[in-house]
């Protein structure tokens, strides 16, 4: 028995050993995670865009609530659990949010708008907005008209920010178009009767750059003779509440193993969905994360920056896994490479890939001295394969390997979220000096480990905090 017992007592001594040794990363973590704080800013939020009013910056998104902002300059700020962020009035919206209603006028029936995305230019602020029908007889919703609100907004001395909402209308030579038709040539969907699901093939995207010189919001459509089908593709340049102004892309003639496109007379190019400036020169791509190492000016000796803008002389983007136009799953999906484009003596060369992700790229951001990257990928059959993960840069302001975080950001944004948005709200310091943004969800039902419904959101990194929490 003595000798059993002996055995027994060195098996669970070696266990303890080998079991340790594989559970320290698990440990570590759990030593890394910090109390959530109470979510303020809740929803599935698309964008986080940068807006000037009255020459200072603010930072304006959709959530819980409608349309949020807060000063750019505005750190880890909340009193008796009240966020920091403000709710733009509902009332002053040119539309009702969206809400569903079982007793109603008409029965059970959608009413209002939900805002899909929040963008900006040098001076207005656009909300991208959907309604919704339901066919009673299939017994689903599905979306109906897509909408484009512009607005230049102001801040009158009592601080309430107000303006003027003017709807974007896309048209012909023949005049604008009707409701209908701008769903069905600008904002077309399509639903697919085998997976259950509507497909829309449209995009507005911005490059949402520090210097408002350099913000531009774009609108990807189809034609009217290739109405409703995938595919033929037009691209328009929002800018303030005229009316649209049509542009062509061609395909840069040096870039030859990425669609990567700039301005010209001709179409040679679908699929875009971003854009960013190179310096002073601003490309297209056809995936879905792009960003650059533009920046403040940044003093040394203070560390604080002032509103002098260094143009950008590298760009980092996810190369893209161009699917087929003719596929209703038309997401336009990046893959998990990371590339870059350098400026040398004002001329622009393609890097090679400088790392592997282990999934697909959602967003970038950076900072002076790490690429931050989310991950997510959107395909119809995917349920998680997303985390935030982080690449050091070196002198030149090239990624180098993937290393870990000294914050507990792969703890609270974890694998099992995928990351829609990421802001770096002073480019030229580091990040643990920096205060960073990203936005979170996750497919399903929520079943799997580690996620909750309470955490889709907003989140956020503050140097004088160290960590990431819910806003």
């Not at 607005?151 to 030579?173: V, Y």
């Not at 700039?262 to 002073?280: E, W």
């Not at 920056?305 to 996810?318: D, K, P, Q, R």
Request: proline share 3%; charged share 20%.
């Amino acid at each position: 028995m003595k000798k059993n017992k002996i055995i027994f007592i060195t098996a669970t001594i070696l266990s303890a050993l080998i079991f340790s040794s594989c559970f320290n990363a698990v440990f570590y973590n759990i030593r890394q995670d910090v109390f959530p704080e109470e979510s303020t800013v809740k929803g599935v939020i698309n964008t986080i865009c940068r807006y000037t009013i009255d020459g200072e910056e603010y930072l304006f998104l959709a959530a819980e609530g409608g349309l949020r902002y807060k000063l750019a300059k505005t750190g880890n700020e909340r009193s008796n659990n009240k966020s920091s962020w403000k709710t733009y009035p509902k009332d002053n919206l040119p539309f009702k949010l969206h809400k569903y209603t079982y007793y109603g006028t008409n029965g059970a029936d959608h009413e209002g708008q939900t805002i899909l995305k929040v963008l900006a230019d040098k001076d207005t602020l656009y909300l991208i907005t959907t309604d919704y029908a339901q066919d009673f007889d299939e017994g689903y919703s599905r979306p109906n008209h897509t909408f484009i609100w512009a607005a230049k907004l102001s801040a009158p001395e009592n601080g309430t920010i107000t303006g003027e909402w003017t709807e974007i209308k896309f048209g012909t030579d023949q005049g604008d178009y009707t409701a209908d038709e701008q769903r069905d040539n600008v904002f077309p969907y399509t639903y697919n009767s085998t997976k259950k699901l509507y497909f829309s093939h449209f995009n507005v995207f911005s490059t949402n750059s520090i210097n408002p010189e350099y913000r531009r919001v774009f609108v990807r459509g189809n034609t009217i003779s290739g109405k409703g089908k995938v595919g033929s593709d037009f691209y328009y340049e929002i800018k303030g509440v005229e009316k649209p102004v049509e542009i062509f892309l061609k395909k840069e003639a040096s870039f030859t193993d990425d669609v990567i496109a700039c301005v010209g007379t001709t179409t040679d190019v679908t699929n875009i969905d971003s854009a960013a400036y190179l310096g002073d020169k601003l490309y297209f791509f056809d995936s879905i994360a792009v960003t650059t190492n533009e920046h403040y000016k940044l003093d040394s000796e203070t560390n604080t920056t002032t509103t002098e803008y260094v143009n950008s002389t590298i760009l980092y983007f996810a190369q893209s896994n161009t699917k087929s136009v003719d596929s209703d799953e038309d997401y336009h999906p990046s893959t998990k490479n990371l590339k870059y484009i350098s400026l040398k003596s004002g001329t622009p060369s393609v890097g090679e890939t400088v790392l592997n992700c282990s999934e697909a790229i959602s967003s970038l951001a950076v900072t002076s001295d790490y690429i931050l990257i989310g991950r997510g990928d959107y395909s119809y059959g995917t349920s998680s394969a997303g985390g935030i993960v982080r690449a050091e840069l070196d002198e030149n302001g090239i990624p180098t390997e993937l290393t870990s975080f000294t914050s507990n950001a792969s703890i609270q944004l974890s694998y099992s979220y995928q990351i829609l948005t990421l802001l770096v709200t002073e480019p030229a310091k580091t990040e643990s000096a920096n205060t960073i943004y990203s936005s979170i969800a996750f497919k399903g039902s929520g079943a799997s480990a580690g996620t909750s419904f309470d955490n889709i959101g907003l989140w956020a990194y503050y140097s004088d905090r160290g960590n990431w929490n819910c806003e």
